[in-house]
């Protein structure tokens, strides 16, 4: 077993787990806080808080799981922790 | 198909080219169909062709998975690929409330109704950074698994279950029940009949292959609910704004409609007090209800049994990851559609009222308000639009009713905007059945993996790890499968008499998951420190808390905390819950060190699962 490291992964993937919280709370929460003043701009019809909703926040997050599950990947074999295969 | 595979080996060497011939295949019945109606096929063979055949599909491949395996029975032997498992989860996750119902509360709702569209996708992101790849290192049979093994021993096991019960029973109800509606409106059955219709076809799926089962079919419904969602929208789009892409050609719609607004309101057709803005937010829920409500809804999401097992299947924990980016692609495909859909709809009825059409001549100028007015699904002047004689007689009952059709005079059902956009469209009766039989799909695969889960816990959790633990296997595995008939029986028992609001009973089910497990499971991987003694009184404190607050609020007039809806009831549930953890945690002796090295061991992704597959726990 990788006793050697055990602490520096850890704190890697804390790393990585709080990075990824706070993104998620930008997009769930933060960006929506301002809908009054982004539905002032519009965007190919959308008033721009809207969309943010509707789609601009949904795009955020299946792009954010594709790079948190490369990145973790990458921090694991980094660490030697990474399953055979 | 799954019909030419021998071993599974050949099915799982194969699957690209057995899913790519089945969605050919689904493309060429589809086809098919539309040729027979054009040459006179009456409309109900059609809806015959499409419930039926599709049933017969996913029964097929229900009991060609048919295992005798525990492994394969509980966790589909994990060997479920990431994209494979992202369909299955994401057909497993879409219910019949998402398929029908999302659209129509974005229709009636606008911005406000998009909580649903937010809360629902991103929960995912806390399921992947969060829990699914420790949970598939633990490599449990079920949730409850993980809680008896964390926090040492049967009292939070239980607790476990409850919860597990009390969320995904009544979600269930809910998906039996739309089924039967579907069934309904599309075999001209009884509602009751139909309901058992639905259960069969249910059952079938699940009864002999458990989560194996379940999984091949789930991936064949996700197949058929995502065409049967996108090609009616998408012939619309094109047909209106000359681009076949909705989500993009939506936004147009969207300004549109803010123009019709301004005219209704002008020209009084409109009343502004019932008049929803569509992209104005905060008209129905104050700011504060709508986080808290995408709060709630993304908690309960990264709580919910019958979604975190699903990541039980996959061969690897790297493969966890990945399965649930993949997972939330294919559902981010169906949810931001339905913003499209709702935006279609409302530009059509709006230039209908600005039109200002006769109430006489409404059967001439939208005929489809007839078709699901007869179902009880559309009203002009509070009457049911089965008949014209029957709208007109309602409205003349208004004082000072101008006789032309008004915003206020139009109750459209949530669940009448899906259905109805082929007919709004102009697009023939198969596109009609294609929608039926992907609400069906829909509706199936969330009820399956609902009482797959129920009756894992019961059979797996109750009966083999606290009454027998010596049973052998196959008893095991009968056990699991009466308990299922029992469970889904009981369930489709309800569903014939459950009134309430479908999405009520859905939100319910959320914050009563996101309340009872989500403190407990976060921190019995991210936090050493949480004794069982904190966990078993947090868990039981979240539930109850959030329990007492939606039963009180709804049926007792018991006044709002803070003015917050019991929608959001999981977020006082959330606060009791972490809080407990904590404090009892602090006054309590620290968990032992053998259970500091298990949590270390499922923090990382190589080595052995703590529990093994053949049952035996090996950790202590």
């Known amino acids: ?85 | 198909m799954a019909t030419q595979t021998s071993g599974s080996g050949g099915f799982l060497n194969n699957l690209g080219k057995i899913y790519g011939l089945y969605t050919g295949g689904f493309f060429g019945f589809v086809l098919l169909l539309a040729v027979a109606e054009q040459m006179g096929l009456p409309k109900k063979f059609i809806g015959y062709g499409f419930v039926f055949l599709t049933i017969a599909v996913y029964a097929l491949i229900g009991v060609l998975s048919r295992t005798m395996d525990s492994g394969e029975y509980y966790v589909a032997g994990r060997t479920v690929p990431a994209f494979y498992n992202g369909m299955a989860t994401g057909s497993d996750w879409m219910s019949a409330a998402s398929f029908i119902g999302m659209a129509g509360s974005l229709y009636l709702q606008g911005y406000d109704g998009l909580a649903f569209v937010l809360g629902w996708t991103g929960g995912y992101v806390l399921v992947a950074i969060l829990i699914a790849p420790f949970l598939r290192k633990f490599g449990a049979y079920t949730v409850p698994d993980f809680f008896s093994e964390r926090y040492g021993g049967g009292l939070a096991r239980f607790l476990a279950v409850i919860v597990l019960i009390v969320c995904s029973f009544t979600y269930v109800v809910a998906q039996i029940r739309g089924t039967g509606l579907i069934a309904q409106q599309f075999l001209d059955m009884p509602y009751n009949v139909a309901v058992y219709v639905g259960l069969g076809g249910i059952l079938l799926c699940s009864m002999l292959g458990g989560m194996k089962a379940v999984t091949w079919t789930q991936v064949a419904q996700y197949i058929v609910l995502i065409i049967a969602y996108l090609t009616p929208v998408v012939i619309l789009s094109a047909k209106k704004f000359g681009l076949p892409i909705p989500q993009f050609t939506y936004g147009q719609a969207i300004s549109q409609i803010g123009a019709l607004e301004q005219n209704m309101l002008q020209q009084g057709l409109a009343d502004a007090k019932t008049l929803k803005l569509h992209a104005v937010p905060f008209q129905i829920r104050d700011p504060l209800n709508y986080f808290l409500l995408i709060l709630c809804l993304m908690v309960g999401t990264a709580s919910l049994p019958h979604i975190l097992m699903r990541y039980f299947t996959t061969p690897s924990v790297r493969e966890a990851r990945k399965s649930v980016a993949w997972s939330l692609f294919f559902i981010f495909l169906l949810y931001f559609t339905a913003p499209a859909y709702a935006a279609f709809a409302k530009l059509e009825v709006y230039s209908l009222i600005n039109s200002k059409v006769p109430i006489a001549e409404l059967q001439n100028k939208a005929a489809w308000l007839f078709t699901y007015g007869k179902y009880g699904l559309v009203k002009v002047c509070g009457a049911n639009a089965d008949a014209l004689q029957s709208i007109i007689a309602a409205c003349g009952k208004i004082a000072n009713h101008p006789g032309i059709l008004r915003h206020q005079d139009l109750v459209l059902h949530p669940d009448s905007i899906v259905l109805s956009t082929p007919e709004i469209a102009g697009l023939p009766y198969v596109i009609v059945g294609l929608v039926a039989a992907g609400g069906l799909a829909a509706a199936l695969s969330t009820a399956d993996g609902l009482l797959l889960a129920i009756a894992n816990a019961l059979s797996h959790d109750v009966y083999y790890k606290m009454i027998a633990p010596n049973s052998p296997t196959s008893t095991r595995l009968i056990i699991a499968r009466v308990l299922l008939l029992v469970v889904a029986v009981i369930a489709a028992w309800c569903a014939t008499w459950f009134p309430p609001d479908i999405l009520i009973l859905v939100s319910w089910a959320f914050s009563l998951a996101a309340a009872g497990i989500f403190p407990a499971l976060v921190l019995g991987v991210w936090w050493k420190g949480a004794t069982s003694a904190g966990a078993v009184v947090g868990m039981a404190a979240g539930f109850l808390v959030t329990g007492f607050y939606m039963v009180a609020t709804h049926w007792y007039k018991f006044p709002l905390w803070f003015g917050i809806s019991n929608l959001a009831a999981g977020t006082f549930g959330l606060i009791v819950g972490f809080a407990t953890i904590f404090a009892i945690s602090l006054v309590t002796p620290k968990p032992s060190q053998a259970v500091r090295d298990m949590i270390d061991a499922t923090r990382r992704p190589r080595g052995a699962p703590i529990m093994q597959d053949k049952g035996a726990a090996v950790a202590h």
């Open chain 1, 1 to 85: 077993m990788a006793q050697g490291t055990p602490d520096r992964y850890w704190s890697r993937t804390s790393t990585l787990m709080w990075i990824m919280l706070v993104l998620w709370f930008f997009f769930s929460f933060g960006v929506h806080f301002f809908v009054n003043d982004l539905n002032k701009f519009t965007m190919f019809g959308f008033p721009v808080g809207f969309y943010m909703a509707a789609q601009g926040s949904l795009i955020a997050f299946v792009v954010m799981l594709f790079l948190f599950a490369s990145r973790q990947d990458t921090i694991d074999r980094e660490e030697g922790v990474a399953e055979d295969n």
